[in-house]
Every structure is written in C-alpha cells, then in structure tokens.
C-alpha cells in the first residue's frame, strides 16, 4: 500500500514508526552538533586569544607574556556589561521595588536616609536608584580649593613621579598613555599630582567638580570594562589604559587639571553633562577599539558641581600641577564623601 500521498506521510505510516528510534536519531543528531560547536567553538576562541589585537597594541609588554592576563581579559566584560545596564533600566513592577531595591540597599549599606527621596517605591528601576539624589545638607562643600570629586575611598595619591600615574603600589603606567597628548605648563615652582578615588557599588554615583577650573577637552577612550575592584587592580598592568573611559583634560589656577571617569564590569555607562553627545559602552568593531574621539569643550565649573555620572560604581582619576608645599589630608584607605576637602595646605 502506497503510504505517501500530497507530500505528507500517511497517518497509519506515522503510527508504524518506532519513537524510540526518533529519540535515538534525535539525540544523536543534538550530541554530534554539541560536540561540533564546542570544537569550533573552543578552536575559535584559542585563535581569538592568541591573535594580536588592539589589547596588545596598548599593553605588549604584559598582555602576551602572561597567559592568565590573556585569559582574564578575552572574557565578555563588555557584552555582560551591556546586558547588565539594559537590565538596569527596565522598570520594576512597585510591588517588587522594595524587595529588590531594599535588598541592595541593605547588602551595599546606602545611606537612604541622604536621598532626596529615601523611599525605594519611587525608583522605577535600578538605573534610577543608582542616580538618586542626595540631600544638600548631607554633603556641604568645603572651602578648600580642592576636594573630593565622589563618595568613594582613596586608592592612591600624592606627586607624579617620572610621568608615571600610580593607581595602586608598584604599578604605574604613562600619564600621555592615560590622558592623551597633553601640554602640562612647564613651571618650576610646580610638580604634578594625582588622586585615585574608588566608588563601590553601594556609593553615591554622581561625580562632581573638585576645583575651580575649566575643562577645554573631552576626551573618550573605548576599551574593555574590567573589574577596578582594589583585590583586583595589582594583577593587571596598566588596567586604567585598557579599560573605556572618559577624560576632562583643562586648567585651573596653578595650571594643568584633568578629571578622568574610568569605566568598569557593568559600568560602562558614563554621562557628562557638558558632552551630551557622548555615548559609551555601545558594540564597536576591532578597529574602533583603539579610536579615541577627541572633542573641543567649554565648561567651567565651581567645586561641588555636578560634572555626570555612572552606572553602579567605578573610579574617579585627578591629575593635577600644583605646589610643591602641597600637603595631603588623606591617606590611602581613606572614605571619602564627595566635597571634603583633600588638602590642608599649600594650593
């Protein structure tokens, strides 16, 4: 009897077949293809981390010759990030805002009792809760002429030695490398300067004016979004140069000032108020990787000013001239609340 008709199996014909020989073919077929795709898969992936790209155009002198840094740095960081900071804007239903937010609040240790608004209904998603505002009376601005940029800790200060920026002890790397191609007025009675500032998860996630100063330059640098927690910062070399960041190059009364906002895993997202053009961690090809977009700005700003922000937390980099009677009133390991001042003396 013919079983075939109008291109259709005939429904006795199907009956007569046998399911467990479907279910052998099946998964014979699935086992073949998942062990095709881990074969191509992990050969693409040992061709993709042995093939020199834009990582070792900014770091050769560490990137190749250590196989865990090659490994660490050829994971997702940036598509994670992505996913992350899409999920960060969906809205929260209310019911559920209070369980999630307050759970966050509670494992980071906010301060709501700062906020603006203290009540975890009124963010309708993580992105909102990150940028919320603080009351005015929780951070006066100190009259020093310098002060902190962010809530955060102190990671590392003190003179520029060499033309090399100190992130965390024993490693350092090139201040043009970090800042661009740069004009630091040539004063004798001036020394460079640095302040390294971390901001944790849990922090206050605006960044704001540390000085009186004019920033002329901002200068947007695409890169990986690697982990800037301080257990992780001294097993990556040059990790400031390799991750995407956002640079405020300017001047203010004893010369040459920059501000740098260094993006991380699950930060990529980094606004400045004075640069709405500006769009980080988006998909760039290799050969966007390494281009620096370079943009002529005018924006002056008064200590405490409200400079952007981030997403979740990340690092805040000062480099700047000034005496050398300069005297610190930090010390590593330091809290900071953003406008207390860094300094006692000698700016």
């Known amino acids: 009897m013919d079983t075939y008709s109008g291109g259709f199996l005939h429904p006795d014909s199907v009956m007569a077949i046998n399911p467990f020989l479907i279910i052998v073919a099946v998964w014979s077929w699935v086992k073949w293809l998942s062990v095709s795709t881990l074969i191509i898969g992990g050969a693409s992936y040992i061709g993709y981390l042995f093939t020199p790209d834009w990582r070792e155009i ?64 009124n963010y309708r998603s993580f992105a909102a809760f990150f940028n919320r505002k603080l009351r ?99 097993h990556v070399p040059h990790l400031f140069c390799l991750n995407e960041r956002v640079v405020l190059n300017g001047s203010w009364r004893h010369g040459f000032f920059s501000m740098s906002a260094v993006a991380a895993t699950n930060v990529g997202d980094i606004v400045v108020d004075a640069e709405p053009s500006l769009r980080t961690n988006i998909v760039r090809r290799k050969t966007q990787k390494i281009m620096n977009t370079e943009t002529e700005i005018h924006a002056p700003f008064l200590p405490g000013e409200r400079v952007g922000e981030f997403r979740l937390g990340s690092t805040i980099v000062l480099v700047f001239q000034a005496p050398p009677t300069i005297k610190f009133a930090i010390k590593a390991g330091d809290p900071l609340r953003y406008g207390q001042s860094l300094v006692a003396d000698g700016v």
């Open 136 to 234: 005015e009376s929780t951070r006066p601005i100190s009259a020093s002429p310098l002060v902190s940029p962010a809530d955060g800790t102190v990671l590392h200060f003190g003179k520029v030695e060499e033309n090399k920026i100190e992130y965390v002890k024993g490693h350092d790397y090139d201040v043009d490398k970090f800042l661009g191609d740069v004009e630091l007025p040539a004063k004798d009675e001036l020394d460079l300067y640095q302040v390294v500032i971390y901001l944790a998860p849990g922090d206050y996630h605006a960044f704001h004016s540390p000085a009186r100063w004019v920033a002329n330059q901002c200068r947007h640098v695409p890169g990986l979004l690697l982990s800037v927690r301080p257990t992780l910062l001294s």
């Open 58 to 121: 900014v770091d050769s002198k560490h990137y190749y010759s250590n196989w865990k840094i090659r490994v660490y740095l050829s994971l997702p960081f940036n598509t994670a990030s992505r996913v992350i900071g899409g999920l960060a804007n969906q809205e929260i239903p209310i019911w559920l805002r209070e369980h999630l937010l307050g759970g966050f609040a509670r494992i980071y240790d906010c301060r709501m009792e700062e906020c603006v608004d203290p009540d975890f209904k």
